[in-house]
């Protein structure tokens, strides 16, 4: 009979744990731990491979036991004191072996169980017994038995590197002997630790995404911080509003109750109560409409003065719905006074209703509404509340300009010890240019522009400087804006720059992994005030917070708060002829002049025609001026003063009637131009450039074109 016995311990999934040869060199015995699970290999030479599979998630960093035994032509595996399936039919195979190897081969070592490639193991071995001696390391050592090759002999060296763990916003961390892995699967983040957000800050970033289509869209308010992202409805129009629902977007029928005058509704978000806050404070504008269709009630006591109706924001602030002669005022006069009547607090005996909007943000999002007085006679009431509409990101466009080389901001030091990201935009025309810069003793971390087209991100945590860098294909110092975001963890540094691919360092196998800052973060200069940044910087962020440039540069030589030349970046989103305005916070297209609108002209302006229907446009000359048939003279005159120059006229249609006039453009001199679809279907278009000469025509009867397909007409002339 022939046993053998062992314990192990890994992090690693695979490795070879033991093989040996059968009896008589007849073939070959492998134990290897694969995909977490033990899996024995019986390999008789010149017939098939007899395998057993046990366990699994056994690279769990715990002890696990084995022990096989084979007796006469049966071999038998326990997997922590659990038997299982025997090997039959192995008679004459089975015996024992010249040799066993644990955790590997040597190099000069044959057989096919060395041939293996899942690689040697890497964990703790103790317990080893071959028949019934237990096998003693230190004669191992020594050299009275066995050899061994890259041991430590008598101790155990496996670390857990995930306790404490590093991945961050519920990542799952997972590891192997020599390091950790964090898996960010269904977190909403991404990097080596789930650090990163995967969503914009904002509608108003996706909007400068050219994702300028309405919809559903995950934002995350603080970036890598600690809220995470919320569903909000993004609607994208020239101001950008962001709206967040509740669970009682219906009418709520306030009800009678017998003894009970109070009523009170509880409003749940698609957000919790710290994004929703976190969307209030980045947004320009917020607002929340309240109705009240009401009958014989009283928002308000008539005597002494306390609100009979009341809501409640999300940081408890409250305030009365309304007083006798104000909507939204409240007991103390801290609410928004919309200046009009509340023809609910009236006690009408009829239905009448009153509409509020709530703006200011401290009241904002409306959680609770609460009804006193509900038991009254005749009383009846209803009210609906709205979902929150909040209207830009003041952080997006936060900025400052730089106008000398050793003008600054400095703010408190960067906290990130473990895991730390800055992001920001950057436009400039200087070559070069310190971008954020702070100190420790010896740590430190450094963003800059060091060449036209080079981008550094450099740091040291007590193993020596390290860098990351960045090189562009084209200059950055374009005056445009570009996107830097760096980030620095326990397991790798990262540096992106606009879409250019990343650069990624990994950190060292050992040493200090803590970043220990203690001076002031200089932003737009350095500490010796030397290298400093020109033009401007805008929306820095520092581990998901905001810094608020302008107000810093409000107080600060040097330096001016805001930044202007956005239509040098952003112009290009303005498509189809439309004309990009500047404006304080990011651009506006102007659409004016395209057939096609939304905040970046490229939504189609159609319309359904019925029959005998026609849309008219009446153009004016370049000066302003409507010419009409009446005023010949005047217009013969400034015919002659007009150059004409290349025109084009596009259109795009659909319809299955016959004959359509689809297109007819004329001109006080009795031009005229006309797009038609023949009775055939076919397209026909007729022109006249002179009004002494019959009108040319042009057939186009390739095919029919009333078949209900949308078609594109282009007339280049």
């Not at 934002?219 to 629902?245: E, F």
């Not at 919790?272 to 309240?290: G, P």
């Not at 003008?407 to 070069?432: C, I, M, Q, V």
């Amino acid at each position: 009979m022939v046993a053998i016995a062992f314990q192990f311990r890994t992090w690693n999934s695979a490795g070879m744990l033991l093989t040996s040869q059968l009896a008589h060199r007849s073939g070959d015995l492998v134990l290897v731990l694969s995909d977490g699970k033990l899996k024995l290999n019986v390999s008789p030479r010149g017939h098939p491979v007899k395998t057993i599979i046990a366990g699994g998630g056994l690279n769990d960093g715990q002890w696990h036991s084995v022990s096989l035994s084979a007796n006469g032509s049966q071999l038998s595996m326990k997997l922590d004191g659990d038997a299982a399936p025997a090997l039959h039919a192995l008679r004459g195979w089975m015996g024992p072996s010249d040799s066993y190897y644990f955790g590997g081969c040597p190099e000069n070592a044959s057989g096919s169980g060395c041939r293996s490639s899942l690689g040697g193991f890497q964990g703790c071995l103790r317990l080893i017994s071959i028949g019934d001696k237990m096998v003693d390391p230190i004669s191992i050592q020594q050299g009275a038995v066995g050899s061994f090759s890259d041991l430590q002999i008598d101790s155990c060296g496996i670390i857990d590197r995930c306790l404490p763990s590093y991945c961050e916003h519920g990542g799952k961390c997972s590891q192997s002997w020599a390091t950790f892995s964090c898996d960010c699967t269904h977190t909403g983040y991404t990097g080596a630790t789930c650090h990163s957000s995967l969503y914009e800050q904002s509608c108003e970033a996706h909007k400068y995404r050219e994702e300028d289509s309405s919809g559903l869209y995950y934002i995350d308010s603080d970036g890598s911080g600690p809220l995470g992202p919320a569903l909000v409805y993004c609607n994208m129009t020239d101001t950008v509003w962001t709206s967040v629902q509740h669970n009682e977007s219906h009418l709520v029928r306030a009800k009678c109750s017998q003894g009970d005058s109070l009523q009170l509704v509880h409003f749940n978000y698609r957000a919790s109560m710290d994004q929703l806050q976190a969307i209030v404070n980045h947004a320009d504008h917020c607002e929340q409409e309240l109705t009240f269709p009401c009958k014989k009630p009283r928002f308000s006591e008539h005597h002494g003065g306390t609100p009979v109706t009341w809501q409640v924001g999300s940081t408890s602030e409250t305030g009365s719905l309304p007083d006798a002669q104000k909507c939204i005022c409240g007991s103390e006069g801290n609410h928004i006074n919309i200046g009009c009547q509340c023809t609910c607090d009236d006690d009408w005996n009829e239905w009448t209703r009153a509409t509020v909007v709530l703006s200011r943000k401290q009241y904002l999002p409306v959680t609770q509404v609460v009804m006193t007085d509900t038991d009254r006679p005749h009383y009846e009431a209803a009210y609906s509340v709205g979902p929150l509409h909040c209207q830009g990101d003041n952080s997006f466009w936060n900025s400052a300009s730089f106008s000398t080389e050793i003008s600054y901001l400095h703010f408190p030091p960067l906290r990130g010890e473990l895991s730390a990201d800055l992001s920001f935009f950057f436009k400039t025309s200087a070559s070069s240019g310190v971008f954020v810069e702070n100190l420790g003793i010896t740590d430190f971390i450094r963003l800059e522009l060091r060449a036209p087209v080079e981008v550094v991100f450099s740091f040291d945590v007590g193993n020596g400087p390290c860098e990351v860098v960045v090189r562009s294909p084209t200059p950055l110092h374009d005056n445009r804006w570009h996107h830097v975001r760096a980030e620095r963890n326990v397991k790798e540094a990262t540096l992106h720059v606009d879409q250019i691919p990343g650069k990624m360092q990994p950190a060292p196998a050992h040493g200090p992994i803590r970043l220990q800052l203690s001076s002031q973060l200089f932003v737009g200069g350095t500490a010796s005030r030397q290298r400093g940044f020109l033009d401007c910087i805008r929306s820095l962020q520092l581990n998901g917070v905001t810094l608020d440039l302008e107000e810093r540069a409000m107080v600060t030589p040097g330096v001016e708060a805001g930044c202007g030349g956005h239509c040098s970046s952003y112009g290009h989103l303005c498509r189809n002829a439309g004309r990009c305005q500047e404006k304080h916070a990011g651009v506006e297209c102007d659409c004016t002049s395209s057939a096609y609108d939304g905040p970046f002209c490229s939504q189609e302006i159609s319309a359904y025609f019925g029959t005998g229907s026609s849309v008219i446009y009446n153009f004016q000359d370049r000066d302003n001026n409507t010419f009409s048939n009446s005023s010949g003279s005047s217009a013969d005159l400034s015919h002659e003063q007009l150059t004409l120059t290349r025109e084009i006229a596009a259109l795009g249609f659909r319809t299955t009637r016959v004959p359509s006039l689809l297109l007819y453009v004329s001109s006080f001199l009795e031009e005229h131009l006309m797009v038609v679809l023949t009775p055939n279907g076919s397209l026909q278009i007729r022109y006249k450039l002179d009004r002494h000469k019959e009108p040319d025509v042009l057939d186009c009867d390739f095919k029919n074109l009333a078949d209900g397909q949308f078609h594109h007409l282009k007339i280049d002339g």
